[in-house]
């Protein structure tokens, strides 16, 4: 069995109607000053200002910093550490999607250590102790609340920069299923099988130990057979939950196991087209699955299994599991061809050698090179 090494830093409070506990969770990490991280989406929503209230109530004195954009870039974080020397708060805390969340820590490094965001690209590279954070996902989709890891886009190159350090990890993940219950269909279908994404390839990277395909087996058991419930059924409270749940563990497997070949594959199309990160890996996942079959047939099939697919054929699991995905994709309206979503078939060598830069993909349990990934682009084409 393959030794691991597992700290949990992130506790886990999770339940409908959870977020009114917000300032009771806040106050053992900070005395009174407390800076929120949103977007205008979530503050409309409503959800930005129960937070706000929940900390006020507490006895903070709350700033708020509304302007995080979708795919976060250093331009977004650059305000906020600007916002945040301006209030000096001694407490972040994150309301929305991945977005909001990445933009939190992503303040946190640049505030709390200095420099800027490529600094940080990498892993462990804080020296310095950084503001507690609380993180309040309204989506299930990233998991980014139970990651250490923030991922920040370089406004100039496009490049998405992955940066990680213990230190960033969210001292609090607060999940209320009740505030997912907004998210728009197209919103709750790319999150969601953006999870679905997550716990597919974190169950067979070549960093998966017991414990994170334990997180990666169970994410995939709660957001499989819920993914079409929450887009048919939106106000499907249980629901809801299994997603908002299978999201956050599916988070914890990426903390101790990545990612593999459908990101780095995925990220390219994000940078250089515009697609929305879920909907990108939608378009990826089946063909790594495939290609990634010859050497995880078993792992693949007990995921196959878990849905009642597949047969004691090695490959016919492969294959069904692939089929799947193709099938959970078009339920949720997703592209299903890069074709589709604006790529153009002679941009493919350059997205290869982009995809081939990824760190992701090195994770990827069969190995993968820009001839390999444009031939998976190209089968996706």
């Not at 597992?6 to 409908?16: K, L, Q």
């Not at 977004?76 to 600007?82: K, L, N, Q, S, T």
């Not at 998991?143 to 920040?152: H, K, P, R």
């Not at 048919?232 to 299978?246: F, S, V, Y």
Request: hydrophobic share 45%.
């Amino acid at each position: 069995m393959k030794p691991f090494d597992f700290e949990p830093r992130t506790r886990i409070v999770f339940g409908a109607g959870s977020l009114a506990r917000l300032g009771e969770l806040a106050r053992p990490l900070a005395p009174r000053r407390a800076l929120v991280v949103s977007d205008p989406g979530v503050v409309g929503a409503g959800h930005t200002a129960r937070a706000i209230a929940s900390l006020e109530e507490a006895g903070f004195d709350v700033a708020l910093f509304d302007a995080v954009h979708e795919n976060p870039t250093t331009r977004d974080v650059e305000a906020g550490r600007r916002e945040a020397l301006r209030f000096q708060p001694e407490l972040l805390v994150a309301v929305g999607g991945g977005s909001s969340m990445d933009c939190a820590k992503g303040i946190n490094f640049v505030y709390s250590n200095g420099g800027q965001m490529k600094d940080y690209w990498g892993v462990g590279k804080a020296t310095s102790p950084m503001l507690p954070m609380i993180a309040v996902p309204t989506t299930a989709g990233t998991g980014s609340e139970t990651q250490s890891f923030a991922l920040i886009s370089d406004a100039d190159t496009h490049v998405k920069m992955a940066c990680g350090d213990p230190k960033a990890a969210c001292a609090v993940a607060l999940l209320d299923p009740e505030l997912t219950m907004t998210q728009p269909p197209a919103v709750t279908a790319v999150t969601g099988y953006d999870a679905i994404a997550h716990a597919i390839e974190t169950f067979v990277t070549t960093r998966r130990t017991p414990l994170s395909q334990m997180w990666s087996r169970e994410a995939w058991r709660l957001l499989a057979p819920h993914f079409e419930v929450v887009l048919t059924q939106p106000d499907n409270l249980e629901a809801r939950a299994a997603m908002q749940l299978g999201a956050s563990y599916a988070g914890m497997a990426i903390e101790n196991s990545m990612l593999g070949a459908a990101h780095a594959l995925a990220n390219p199309l994000t940078a250089r087209y515009g697609v929305i990160h879920g909907q990108a890996v939608a378009l990826t996942l089946p063909a790594v699955v495939r290609y990634n079959g010859s050497v995880c047939s078993a792992s693949y099939r007990l995921l196959a299994t878990d849905l009642g697919l597949g047969d004691d054929s090695p490959a016919a699991s492969v294959e069904a599991l692939a089929g799947e995905l193709e099938r959970l994709r078009s339920s949720a309206g997703l592209a299903g061809r890069l074709r589709d979503v604006g790529v153009d078939e002679s941009a493919l060598e350059e997205l290869a050698a982009e995809a081939a830069r990824q760190w992701t993909g090195t994770f990827n349990p069969r190995p993968v090179d820009a001839e390999r990934l444009l031939e998976l682009y190209r089968q996706c084409w």
